[in-house]
């Protein structure tokens, strides 16, 4: 296996590690302790339960305190518990203020979940770890993907000639600046690797959704992707609004209702196989009562017909997805472009679908190991972020300082033969966006015409020794410091 495959299944082993250790209940780890850390949330009070999509058991609930929350994003792999019981492994489905909704990866809900003393504790993102360290096992058997592989790491020189953009393109978007139309053009005429950057405000989301529409009107098939749900759901909602026929797949819980209708279940949901998987969830809402009439107490037999229907229920449960996933591949054949995260692409089973594109939004986010579990989905890539940004959260120090917090995007730029920097940015006053060009951009970052007379002085005030210490914002985790910013206002007036 090749050195540096064998070093990130290092680094993923060391993050696993990592995790356990630092969100498993002990004697030294208390609920108490992991609560102050903001890894666990206890007590929770369940308000709601049903059965999802894949009729899994869904809990809405709602914390009688306030709590920091801010761990507990979108998809996080989380652990039901409490005192004395086998705690249920699952999944964060939202989390906004004191309620949310979580998943739980079991074929009906504990008989104690709406008992006193339930919580939420983070855990270990162990599937998500498996995935990325099957998809790196498997790199050296597919042999364009390790040339690729190779040609980032430095060891064989790529073969990719800079494109010539020799066909014009008639642009959707009239407003795009020379650098974004450069991009596009690039992106069109890709090879095998594309690379948009910029920092944030030079229309990066913008130049996609028009390169997006340009490969979608040659006939080309795109998958879209990006680390997290948000900004999947950017990307989907600008997508939409210029008519392209999409699909979001993954976590639909939360989605924004427009885009809740383009993904499998919200386009299946007034469809006959709707009524077909009612009918099954009925079934297995009747064998999961019969079984719970059966109680934990109860002897030997009573425990094996209690086990032999919730088999039942599973077995069912399996035949629901079954049909979903037969449905959904009409679904995924007519759709332009498909969205998701990594991990809901790698669920969503596209590998019998021929996709040209894969477009990865916010890549500087993104950990090594999960880019190449999609990459095998398209010959032709598009990495889009900013390498120069705030590297992907890494909690092991070992792995951080082995390097496996250099995103797929940092990695790539330093080898890739086609780069683009999208070079004006729209948000930020020059005096301030100055300071950006010459420090991380080599002077290239230009500001659009309308910020240009906008202020020209910045002011650097040393507060050394001032005594003015941060403390902990009002959502628990973030740091204010308000001596700092009472001086800043006042100097401001002057």
Known sequence: MHPHIQHLIRCINLEEKEQ???????????????????????????????????????????LPYPGTTNMFRDGAAIECFKQGEEPVKGIMMSLEGKTGEFRLFAPDFPDWIEDE????????????????????????????????FEELHGDTSSNSATPAYNV???????????????????????????????????????????????????????????????????????????????LRVGNASKTDEAIFMHTPEGRLSNSKVQKDIRQLKLRAEEFRRMALKYKRTF????????????????????????????????????????????????????????????????AGQCIE???????????????AGDHLQLPPTVLSNAAQKAGFNRSILEIAIETAPVVHLLNTQYRMKPVIAGFSSEYFYKGLLLSAS???????????????????????????????????LNIAATASKR
């Open 369 to 383: 190991p999960l880019a190449w579990c999609v990459f095998p989905l398209a010959p032709k890539i598009v990495l």
């Open 168 to 246: 014009p393109l008639a642009f959707f978007n009239k407003n795009l600046n020379n650098s974004q139309q450069q991009a596009v053009s690039a992106i069109t005429e890709n090879q095998e690797l594309t690379i948009v950057h910029g920092p944030p405000g030079t229309g990066k989301t913008t130049t996609l959704i028009e390169a997006v529409q340009q490969l979608a009107k040659r006939g080309e098939k795109v998958l879209v992707t990006a680390p997290s749900n948000a900004a999947v759901d950017n990307i989907c909602k600008g997508l939409l609004q210029k008519g392209i026929q999409l």
């Open 450 to 484: 309308h910020l240009v007379n906008q202020g020209t002085h910045l002011t650097f005030i040393d507060t050394a020794g001032s005594g003015f210490n941060e403390s902990k914002g009002p959502d628990g985790s973030s740091l204010q410091n308000e001596g700092e």
């Open 20 to 62: 356990t250790e630092r969100y498993q209940l002990s004697q030294a780890h208390t609920v108490r302790a992991l609560k102050a850390e903001g890894l666990a949330l206890h007590p929770i009070s369940v308000t709601r339960k049903s059965f999802g999509y894949a009729d899994y058991p869904e809990i809405s609930f709602r």
């Open 117 to 148: 003393g339930v919580g939420l504790k983070l855990a270990p993102d162990t599937r998500t770890n498996s995935i990325m360290k099957e998809a790196l096992t498997g790199l050296e058997k597919n042999k364009h993907l390790f040339q690729l």
């Open 299 to 362: 002897g030997k037999a009573e425990r094996e017909q209690r086990s032999l229907l919730f088999k039942e229920v599973k077995n069912i449960r399996n035949e629901i997805k079954q049909l979903q996933h037969y449905n959904e591949e009409k679904l995924f054949t007519e759709a332009q472009v498909i969205a998701g995260t990594p991990i809901g692409l790698h669920d969503a089973g596209l590998g019998t679908i021929t996709f040209q594109h894969l477009i990865v939004d916010e």
